[in-house]
């Protein structure tokens, strides 16, 4: 019963959604609309209890003085510094003006752009130290990395400014991302689609079910 | 031709939601629905799509303007077009339930456009517009048009073609999904990446090394995560028979706890359950670059002789692939997210692309609901392959008899025209 | 143009910014402290960040709101399915939250399903159907032909219920080329990507910080 | 054509250098030893090739590709007062990619005197969206909140909210990103749902974005989409360029510093190109230098 209920009402709602698509009469996007606006706050939710997890999860490390223990101490007092501010502040609390905005600023998006930035080193390094063009494979991989790499760049500019017409290396790499590589990502594109509708076929028929697994106190 | 819906609608829609008076096919629907109906739209459609033409009150040029039902929608958009005379510049375009008003102002819009798209009109009630155009010599006088009545449709005629490839493939599926579970075997080529990773798996044994294995750095609600620990428990019973040790580090509780299963499983299959370590499977951390750079350590310290990458992964995938690829270790890669799959293309010996990944795991663990969508998958793309030769044909025919006069694809056959979707 | 001054509640922000981007940037040394701790404040403030955005962007204007005000009372039922996502947390109710994931996953498996059907398949199909000739378009004609070729021998790439044989392999083979150029052009496009990202790093470090403008 | 001779000559004069060279012993040695180097060096490399010129910048020439001025046409067809939603589904990650395509956005929607509603489908972007309109909108061109633009803000729920706005658009945002509710913002009034957007501008990041947009709203809602992406995202987005469902794209900050070219401004984007190119020509060289590293050293017959 614990199990069966969701499974139905899964599939349920999955089929709803998918004849929403193709029936527009209310009496199916009517139920449609609903689980649209229904679906956003749950999810909202969703988002809430991982914080949550978070909250467990560091505390039991700190409770017990795991590994690093004192920065997860930094983690949860941050987490409940930017809660109570957000809460204290509150609807208005996106001003520019706010103390939110400002560790928003300070905190969220200086970090949050760091950490991704320092991937351009890794390209770098990995690129001397572990692209090997072993085989005609990875031959033409690189030959399109590097035209691809010159013409999106004002150097390739540069480069092939009085080269004859069509040729120039911006033209190259426009022509391999709209020709050669295009063809390729379609294929792929079309393979995922059929991947998604699959799966999304077998949770409406109640036969994927390994979220009712994950789901409660496993 | 008079619309039929100039007189107020039987099932006129209540406040709630609930229509009253429930008609037969609704109650009957509503049982099998239950609670999903209580939010069902109501009114029905039932009264023919009506257009009208505009009546003008005055002999001045006035717009002349018609209207009509938006075909395919839930009812509730009315399509309004006119000509303009010259010197009109701007429509106030403006809407009542009767011809004599009051009526309410919409918008103000350019006249040039000749149309107005009006989206939030109650269904299956008769409105009238009134437009007055607007241009330097004042306003012209009001053109009233109506009644018409935005009606909802059953079926969008716009997506049969969405609905023939859906239907195609989701037989497929079931079919083959019917047929595996009635016993019938179902033919998958061996994946090449499957020798790659026993090869792998071999020359550690060979070296006397470990053999690291990455499940990706999602949880299992990714499918990715799924079909890497369903490869990973044949991973671990190759290691098992060869008594090679592993490490698999993981970074989520659900997908750990499954690991474990999963190569404690392989190493009882291959009738060692003894030489099972619990301490193969590790939990490091859910932050990816502290989960990266743990795995990074595992490397360096443990120098595993096979590094198998198979999962979802994200940036972290080059700093993965360089390290282990710096150590000499053989490595194998897999993974769905295609635009990592350059870096593991050039760093990996052998890498499992996209769909791959899925096929391998159905191909190991022979499990209906994976193959079912394979063969399904696979029986598709033939249907695809084959259209899109009968359709490049077909096209190729129709541009020779019509050759395009300046720009390229403006006219397409009429079997390319049914595939657009709307 | 001047650096910040850290006198001020933003030119503090701005310093105590850069500061961090340089811990994190530590890392490239070698794992420190300054970086861990960089690190774990982060996924507290940001986590902190999500809860609020949740709340005030989404669970209170959405569902408290017009609940309190006696407007969409039926916004009470996903506002009770996603308090059953907490019931995790007791062991004896935790089926309650299957009933939750069950209009999450039921949703997006209907929305996804059409959405790919109609936009990656059936209209990606659609764009495919290419005329091999073009009359007076010699270029195009064959840019469509090796489109097709391209398209055709990726899907034979993508073809398990065969074994790569004769015919087929050599089709598959081809297909595989076409993979590795776009491949080639992805790597590409991700060096662009990530290199971009550290240059919007270091032009935060010289303008807002140091102060100083050269263009 | 002579200066792609010449080109190719020198490419060719190179290429037999280092044939020559690596069959010496000594070098072929040092070469190989080089795979050996600690990477540090390279982030070093790195570090001062993005850093160099942005001090002393070259000013390279930037030059329009179509795809660019495919978007800055379809945004340049707009007429005075028509309505557009300007997604913004981005965080600070991908800022320096994005944040000048969404000012210049901002700003030739502005010239146009067209009408913006802006909305953000990732949790991380409102600020930025706010930060962008109050500069270029507001300060600039003296639009005015809630009469010529709104900010809708963060809404939770990823392909279910851009279905939700194809139904109605104040219904799924009941207030702006204040929590003004959209009732009393007078542009609200007349946006109902999807259908009533002359043109959605997506600058998107990843998921939730332009492809789900075109998913499920773009023939759905008929929607005309154009799309400032990620160079990460963008080769993806070739595919629906090339089926009309998107209109035009913006890939990455060379995307954005091409539109800041032709809407004639000199943005964050332009200022990074040089750094750009300089990297670009690292990473090419990582490539080459590496691969010759790895031929040296099986020509000594090390693995």
Not at chain 2, 177 to 198: M, N
Not at chain 2, 348 to 355: A, N, R, S
Not at chain 3, 107 to 136: E, H, M, N, R, W
């Amino acid at each position: 019963m614990q199990r069966q209920i969701p499974l139905i009402l899964t599939g349920v709602i999955g089929f709803v959604m998918l004849l929403y698509f193709f029936v527009p009469h209310p009496f199916i996007s009517g139920p449609g609309h609903f689980f649209e606006d229904a679906v956003i706050i749950v999810v909202a939710f969703a988002i809430v209890l991982g914080a949550a997890n978070l909250l467990t999860f560091n505390g039991e490390i700190i409770a017990r003085r795991g590994k690093d223990w004192p920065y997860k101490v930094v983690l949860l007092v941050s987490m409940f510094a930017m809660i109570a501010i957000g809460l204290v502040e509150g609807e208005r609390y996106l001003e520019p003006e706010t103390v939110f905005s400002w560790m928003y600023n300070t905190f969220y998006a200086s970090m949050q752009a760091t950490m991704f930035a320092l991937l351009a080193f890794f390209i770098a390094s990995a690129a001397f130290r572990a692209f090997r063009i072993r085989n005609l494979e990875a031959g033409l991989l690189a030959v399109a990395a590097l035209f691809v790499m010159l013409g999106r760049v004002p150097i390739g500019n540069v480069i092939s400014a009085h080269w004859p017409n069509g040729i120039q290396l911006p033209q190259i790499s426009d022509w391999i991302m709209e020709n050669p590589q295009n063809s390729a990502k379609r294929a792929i594109l079309m393979g995922a689609a059929l991947g998604v509708m699959s799966t999304g076929l077998r949770i409406i028929m109640g036969i994927e079910g390994s979220f009712a697994r994950s789901g409660g106190n496993s | 031709m008079r619309p039929r819906a100039s007189r107020p609608s039987p099932l006129r829609s209540g406040t709630t939601g609930l229509p009253h008076p429930v008609p037969r096919l609704r109650a009957t629907s509503f049982a099998v629905l239950g609670f999903l109906a209580l939010v069902a739209g109501v009114a029905h459609a039932q009264t023919p799509p009506a257009t009208a033409r505009a009546t003008t009150t005055s002999s001045l040029p006035a717009l002349s303007a018609a209207a009509a039902d938006v075909q395919n929608d839930n009812g509730q958009a009315l399509h309004v077009q006119w000509t303009a005379p010259a010197g009109v510049e701007q429509v106030i375009v403006e809407r009542g339930s009767t011809p004599a008003g009051p009526f309410t102002v919409l918008d103000t819009v350019s006249a040039e456009g000749g149309s107005f798209d009006d989206n939030d009109v109650p269904r299956g009630k008769p409105v009238f517009y009134r437009l007055t155009g607007l241009g330097a010599h004042g306003p012209t006088p009001p053109a009233v048009i109506g009644p018409v009545v935005a009606v909802a449709q059953w079926f969008n005629t716009g997506r049969t073609n969405v609905a023939f490839f859906s239907v195609i493939f989701f037989a497929f599926v079931l079919f083959f999904l019917w047929s595996s579970r009635g016993g019938r075997k179902l033919f998958v080529r061996r994946i090449a990446g499957i020798d790659a990773i026993e090869e792998a798996v071999g020359r550690a044994t060979e070296m006397g090394r470990p053999v690291l294995f990455v499940p990706g750095v999602q949880d299992i609600d990714d499918i990715q995560t799924m079909a890497a620990l369903v490869i990973l428990e044949s991973v671990a019973r190759t290691a098992a028979q060869y008594e090679t040790k592993m490490i698999v580090p993981t970074n989520y509780p659900v997908p750990f706890t499954l690991a474990q299963e999963m190569v404690k499983n392989g190493f009882l299959e291959a009738g060692r359950p003894e030489s099972y370590d619990p301490n193969s499977v590790r939990y490091i951390t859910s932050e990816q670059f502290a989960y990266v750079a743990a795995i990074n350590g595992i490397i360096l310290r443990d120098r595993p002789a096979a590094n198998l990458y198979l999962g979802a992964f994200f940036a972290e995938s080059l700093i993965l692939a360089e390290t282990g690829f710096s150590t000499g270790a053989i490595q194998v890669a897999g993974t769905a997210n295609v635009h990592q799959l350059p870096f593991m293309v050039v760093a990996c010996d052998y890498t499992l692309i996209g769909e791959e990944l899925y096929a391998a795991s159905a191909y190991l663990s022979r499990e209906p609901r994976l193959l079912s969508t394979l063969k399904g998958s696979d029986y598709m793309k033939v249907v695809i392959i084959l259209l899109l030769l009968i359709g490049s044909v077909i096209e190729t025919s129709f541009v020779l008899k019509n050759p395009p006069t300046q720009s390229l694809g403006q006219v397409s056959s009429p079997f390319k025209s049914w595939f657009r979707t709307e | 143009m001047h650096p910040a001054n850290p006198l001020t509640f933003e030119g503090l922000g701005v310093w105590i910014a850069s500061l961090l981007t340089l811990f994190i940037f530590s890392f490239l040394y070698k794992d420190n402290p300054f970086y861990k701790l960089a690190e774990h404040l982060f996924v507290g403030i940001s986590a902190g960040y999500y809860v609020m955005q949740e709340l005030w962007a989404v669970i209170y204007p959405q569902c408290v709101k017009p609940v309190a005000h006696g407007e969409h009372l039926l916004m009470i039922i996903p506002g009770v399915l996603g308090l059953f996502l907490f019931s995790r947390f007791i062991p004896k109710a935790g089926w309650l939250s299957r009933w939750s994931l069950a209009i999450i996953i039921g949703a997006y498996a209907g929305i996804k399903t059409t959405g790919f059907a109609q936009g990656d398949l059936v209209a990606q199909f659609q764009a495919s159907i290419l005329p091999l000739y073009v009359p007076g378009h010699l270029g195009a004609s064959i840019n469509n032909v090796l489109f097709l070729a391209g398209l055709l021998s990726t899907l034979v790439f993508f073809f398990f219920s065969t074994e790569h044989k004769g015919a087929i392999k050599g089709t598959a083979q081809l297909g595989v080329w076409f993979l590795m150029v776009s491949f080639g052009a992805a790597y590409g496009f991700t060096v662009m990507a990530r290199v971009s990202l550290l240059i919007g790093r270091f032009q935060y470090l010289l303008d807002p910080w140091l102060g100083v403008t050269r263009f | 054509m002579t200066s792609l001779l010449v080109f190719l000559a020198i490419l060719a004069a190179v290429a037999l250098v280092v044939a020559f060279l690596i069959r010496i012993p000594s070098v072929a040695t040092t070469l190989a030893r080089m795979r050996r180097l600690d990477r540090r060096w390279i982030f070093l490399a790195v570090w001062v090739l993005v850093m160099v010129p942005l001090l002393f910048p070259l000013k390279l020439p930037v030059a329009p590709t179509a795809r660019a001025m495919q978007y800055y046409e379809q945004i340049d067809r707009l007429k005075a007062g028509d309505i557009v939603l300007l997604s913004a589904d981005f965080d600070p990650a991908a800022g320096p990619e994005l944040v000048p395509m969404l000012k210049t956005s901002i700003m030739q929607l502005c010239r146009k005197k067209v009408r913006i509603v802006g909305d953000c489908l990732w949790p991380g972007g409102p600020p930025l969206l706010e930060q962008a309109f109050s500069e270029v909108a507001r300060d600039t061109f003296h639009y005015r909140y809630g009469e010529d633009y709104v900010n809708l803000g963060f809404k939770e729920g990823r392909e279910a909210v851009m279905l939700a706005m194809g139904n109605s658009i104040p219904g799924t945002f009941p207030s702006d990103f204040r929590g003004t509710p959209v009732s009393k913002l007078p542009l609200m009034g007349k946006v109902t749902n999807l259908r009533s957007v002359k043109l959605l501008v997506n600058v998107s990041a990843g998921y939730p974005g332009t492809k789900e947009w075109v998913q499920q709203t773009q023939s759905r809602f008929n929607l005309k989409i154009i799309s400032g992406c990620t160079a990460v995202s963008a080769p993806e987005y070739y595919a629906y360029l090339q089926s009309g469902q998107l209109l035009g794209l913006l890939g990455g900050m060379a995307g954005a510093a091409e539109y800041e070219k032709m809407a004639g401004v000199t943005g964050a984007a332009t200022k990074g190109m040089d750094a750009q190119s300089s990297v670009h020509l690292l990473v090419m060289l990582c490539i080459l230098l590496g691969n010759l590293a790895h031929w040296a050293a099986r020509r000594l017959g090390e693995r």
